[in-house]
């Protein structure tokens, strides 16, 4: 079982777009900006991928911890830009045995890190 801890509704279709349409995903927990316009969204795309939306507080520590159990749990990359994706990586790095990193940057890390000096 798979769970992907998502900062923002959206940031689990940008980071983990091809493990959800394997339908490997079981839960995403989402934690900011939970507008109902927000929710209505990751409603329709639990439907569409098959997984469980929990909408959660960042500090609901024992809802995620009681979700997400033994499950491998997918977190945003520690290298990301955005503060709450930072915040929630912290948060819960250090709580499970089986994590891997997902990205949101499309790229922007490795467009700000590498660059080619044009020689004439």
């Not at 801890?5 to 995903?25: K, Y």
């Amino acid at each position: 079982m798979t769970t992907i801890l998502a900062p923002h509704v959206d940031d689990e279709l940008i980071g983990c777009f091809t493990r959800l349409q394997n339908r490997s995903i079981d839960h995403v927990i989402y934690f900011f900006e939970l507008t109902p316009e927000r929710k209505k969204e990751a409603k329709a795309a639990a439907e569409h991928f098959g997984f469980i939306p929990i909408f959660a507080r960042p500090d609901s520590m024992k809802l995620v911890m009681d979700t997400v159990k033994d499950n491998t749990v997918l977190l945003p990359d520690c290298t990301d830009s955005h503060p709450n994706h930072n915040y929630i990586n912290l948060r819960f790095l250090h709580k499970y045995t089986r994590f891997a990193f997902y990205s949101v940057d499309l790229g922007t890390f490795l467009l700000k890190k590498f660059t080619l000096d044009i020689i004439p």
